[in-house]
């Protein structure tokens, strides 16, 4: 009788532990088993989707290509670089 009671109470705390850790670590284990689900998926193509690692950092729907030209522009004799 002891060594069913043991039992019971092992696999209940490996149930609490586990459900424990589902709930502490939603978040990470969310964006793993998308990743898993997107790699298995064969009609996913990662070239359709728009990655982050492309995009740009600060995108500004506000400016201009000549915004762009100015701020990239290449350092001339007039400007002092420190």
């Given amino acids: 009788m002891g060594a069913i009671t043991t039992s019971v ?3 209940a705390a490996l149930v609490l532990g586990w459900i424990t850790m589902e709930i502490a670590c939603k978040p990470c ?6 990743a898993i689900d997107r790699s298995l998926d064969p009609n996913y193509d990662p070239d359709d989707d728009n990655n982050s690692i492309q995009a740009p950092l600060n995108p500004n729907p506000n400016s201009s290509p000549d915004d762009v030209k100015e701020h990239n522009a290449p350092a001339t004799a007039s400007t002092k670089i420190v």
Avoid at 29 to 34: H, N, T, V
């Fill in 29 to 34: 284990l969310d964006k793993g088993r998308e």
């Fill in 9 to 11: 109470i092992a696999i």
